[in-house]
């Protein structure tokens, strides 16, 4: 199947600093990218839908000032944290879809994750 | 949008016994439904997918039935191995439609 990257894989930092997490599609180009956030023992939550060369949708309850995502490439997208605090401490998820034309739906493809840590 | 739910939230099943996970959804207009497993504190994987123009898909183990009359669909698992011990994840996805919504996940345990 398709590689996804997530850079970094963990991220300890202190209450009020920003973190920039990196997700990559190694080997397709994703014109859609998602961001989940993930708490313990708890399903995958749809932060925001990032469109390469256009604003992310957010879902609702999501602050887009505070969770900042950035598609610049077609293999490219990055969430920002900014001013985190502990309750932003979370496993961060994106996902690719790999488009295939026949069907019309597609598959995706998840990252690693991110766990950030906010002290 | 689409409102996913997935029972039961935990499964404990022997090894060699089989395992089976439900999903509804209500989006009738939903056409794609992917399974994760999700280990601990790693990324959910694929593991099957149905498309709506096929009522069931079997690969190996793991099979997956789809009614879109009901809108339900299943995931089956047959002779459990402790490997199999993860949460599983449903998803329905509507055509040409950004948004995967997931089920609530359930924990399976197979016990040796």
């Known amino acids: 199947g398709a590689v996804v990257s997530q850079h970094p894989s963990w991220v300890i930092c202190k209450s009020g600093t920003s973190v920039k997490i990196e997700c990559r599609s190694l080997d397709f180009q994703a014109t859609t990218m998602f961001w989940y956030r993930q708490f313990p023992k708890q399903s995958l939550m749809l932060m925001a839908t990032s469109n390469e060369g256009s604003k992310a949708t957010y879902e609702q309850g999501v602050e887009k000032d505070k969770f900042l995502i950035n598609h610049a490439s077609l293999t490219l997208s990055t969430l920002t944290v900014t001013s985190a605090h502990p309750e932003d401490s979370s496993f961060y998820i994106c996902?690719?879809?790999?488009?295939?034309?026949?069907?019309?739906?597609?598959?995706?493809?998840f990252g690693p994750g991110t766990r950030l840590t906010v002290l | 949008g689409e409102n996913v739910e997935q029972h039961p939230s935990t499964l404990s099943v022997q090894e060699g016994d089989s395992a089976v996970i439900k999903c509804t959804y209500s989006d009738s207009a939903s056409n794609y439904f992917p399974w994760y497993k999700q280990e601990l504190g790693k990324r959910p994987q694929l593991i099957i997918d149905?498309?709506?123009?096929?009522g069931e898909k079997k690969d190996q183990r793991i099979a997956v039935t789809l009614n879109k009359t009901a809108k339900h669909f299943s995931l089956h698992i047959t002779e459990t191995q402790p490997e199999d011990s993860a949460v599983y994840f449903c998803a329905a996805i509507p055509y040409n439609n950004n948004d995967m919504r997931f089920g609530a996940g359930t924990r399976l345990t197979v016990k040796p």
């Open positions: 149905i498309r709506s123009n096929v």
């Open positions: 996902s690719a879809r790999d488009f295939k034309r026949e069907g019309g739906t597609d598959t995706q493809y």
